[in-house]
């Protein structure tokens, strides 16, 4: 497991423009894979400190960096395109072009304003996740400017609504299984304007879960959501103190939740990072499920003072009411709470390969609408596959020896290898390909990863693949 915090101290920074009720005890249920089955924990955390070693102390630079022309006074525009999502921060960036594709979103299909659906397993289904903000425990400690999005959607059925899309046990597929799906059913039911979307605890089981079919999963949640003009907003995993291995995988599982966000421009919250900060780390006896603050025995969920939200439901509950706040005023009134963010600097070519300035690392392409052919084999790494569609080039520089997982998550019937290289001049540059994953060791130095569209009885296979780096 890696530190959550992008990992500046092995890279060469590069050119890089920055921008309730008590809880109802969950039974197992049909469908239930039996992992998820316990009963979550309305008890007080124990007295063990938080974890220091998973915690980021700093955060990454939201400037932009001027052009360097001289103007006539006129302030630069600083870099366009898509905005970057850093990593270790509580929220993703509401720029002004964010906000514009969450109103093209909306847009798409005309939904309910005051309707959001909830959509993943038990720590969605449980009753302490915002069903206190239906009645009068809610404690907001000064956070005046968040009772406006409780009043959107208290008169509606989304605070106390059992989600025919949230499930003990389920993992990301079974939302979308079956015709209609769940999740289907769910948004025909309430028309949602948003839709909470929380689900990898249960893909990453006991630690050898298929993060590739995960990463399918969530793309077509993701999509299916977007094209029916509901507006996803993520949310990174909780931490498994249960299981080492699954833990080990958590970071893993997060960099194709944050691509995916990153590569929708949909908002993301970043609970894990939250609840490690937390004494048990906001979780439950069985390491698993969050806890919750107790006042006279009874479970209170949206109690937002220090001593609330030394819990995981209560974290959880403000985070996700903030991100609520802020999509509401982005899709409503426009507003952009954030004016810059990084972009991604290079366009992928050997003259101007994109530039990866930290890690963790994600970054979405489609060879089918960007790229060209240069390298069609790469004879270093002894391959005679015949990779003569169009690539994508990605430079990094590590000053110490980096462990690391790249993979290649590629989409919708693409086919796309990844080739890590020392030369990129050439296919004998190549040191190590694979159609899908590379688990190495980067040594000091720069390095090249070629993203190549591989070509099946002479017909390419490109489009869409999410990219992800994570330090193992």
Known sequence: MFPRAPLFACLALVAFACGGPVDEPEDGGAGDSGFDAGPSDAGRPDAGASDAGRIDAGTIDAGTIDSGTIDAGVPDAGPTGPAVYPFATRHSPLTPSVVANLQRITALGPRLAGVFAKIGDSNTVNTNFLTCFSGANVDLAGRTSLQPAIDLFKPGPSFTRVSQAATVGWSAGAAIAGSPSPLEAEVSALSPRFALVMFGTNDIG????????????????????????????????????????????????????????????????????????????????????LNVF???????????????????????????LEALTRARNAVESAIAPDLVAAVQQGAGTLASPFLIPSLPYVDLRD???????????????????????????????????????????????????VHLMSDPATGAGCVLRNDRQLVTTLQPGTWWLSLDTYVAAGTPKPGEYLLSIVPQ
């Open 206 to 289: 006991d630690g050898t879960g298929d993060v590739f079919n995960f990463a399918r999963n969530m793309f077509s949640i993701s999509d299916q959501l977007i094209a029916k003009g509901v507006i996803p907003l993520l949310t990174t995993l909780p931490p498994r103190d249960d299981s080492a291995a699954g833990d080990a995988r958590v970071a893993e599982f997060e960099a194709v939740i944050h691509g995916i966000a990153q590569a929708r421009q949909v908002p993301l919250m970043d609970l894990d990072r939250a609840m490690r900060l937390l004494p048990s780390h906001g979780l439950g006896p069985d390491g698993l499920h």
């Open 367 to 417: 060879t089918s609408k960007t790229g060209a052919n240069r390298i069609s084999t790469y004879s270093g790494c002894a391959s005679t596959a015949d990779e003569s569609g169009p690539e994508q080039l990605y430079k990094l520089t590590v000053t110490q020896a980096t462990p690391v997982k790249i993979q290649a998550f590629a989409l919708n019937g693409a086919d796309i290898d």
């Open 294 to 320: 107790l006042s006279a025995g009874l479970a209170r969920g949206c109690i937002f003072t220090a001593a609330g939200l030394a819990f995981g439901h209560n974290t959880r509950n403000l985070l996700t």
